[in-house]
């Protein structure tokens, strides 16, 4: 196998859209409560985008509202019949699909539905904490830095191609030869 290196984002870069609110609802769609709860995430939301919380607050307040004290078993099935609703997109068929070298999907989503998607495939994303067999927080959040890091703890230090949707991914940037930045399913060469 070739020794190049090739590192995709995963929402907005392999799908259109973000996919970690499907991911919620799946779990959590009979919560009484669902659409309260999502009216509270949706202005944390609002707050993210103002600077006035962090990612990690946002994703540790999304795992309390909706996945907090839900057992391994649940998850692990929603997570698996949520993959198959996931839809990919040309990035996918087109770039992915025909990249030669070790591929990587590094994801701020969560892990636990992406290695249903991409089972033969390198995959690191969020991961959560338990209690018992129960979630009970954010373990790891796979976003901005902590994506260097996990590769880096995996010996990749130097990454031949980068796709990703946003720049909150320039620690990985950092250490690409070649960067392509996605919008609306259009590439641009970031750093060639």
């Known amino acids: 196998m070739s020794s190049k290196v090739i590192v995709f984002d995963f929402d907005k870069t392999l799908t259109d859209k973000d996919t ?21 995430l949706l202005a944390a939301g609002v ?3 103002a600077g006035l919380i962090n990612n990690n607050t ?9 996945l907090k004290d839900r ?35 590094v994801s701020a989503s969560p892990e636990i539905y992406l290695k249903y998607l991409f089972p033969d495939d390198y995959v690191a994303g969020t991961t959560f904490t338990y209690r018992g067999d129960k979630v009970n927080g954010l373990k790891v959040n796979m976003f901005g830095g902590e994506k260097r890091k996990y590769l880096n703890g995996k010996g990749i230090n130097r990454i ?3 796709y990703t949707d946003s ?4 620690p990985l940037m950092d250490i690409a030869q070649k960067v392509f ?8 060469i970031y750093k060639d």
């Open 20 to 40: 970690l609110f499907g991911f919620y609802r799946i779990v959590a769609s009979n919560d009484r409560l669902f659409l309260i709860k999502r009216i509270f």
């Open 47 to 49: 707050f993210y985008k």
């Open 58 to 66: 946002l994703k540790r307040l999304g795992i309390f509202l909706f």
């Open 71 to 105: 057992t391994r078993h649940v998850l692990e099935a929603a997570a698996e019949r949520y993959a198959k609703q996931i839809k990919l997109n040309d990035i996918y068929f087109n770039h992915y699909q025909k990249a030669e070298g070790k591929k990587w999907i």
């Open 160 to 162: 031949s191609e980068f």
């Open 167 to 170: 720049l909150t991914d320039k």
């Open 181 to 188: 930045i996605l919008k609306d399913g259009d590439i641009t």
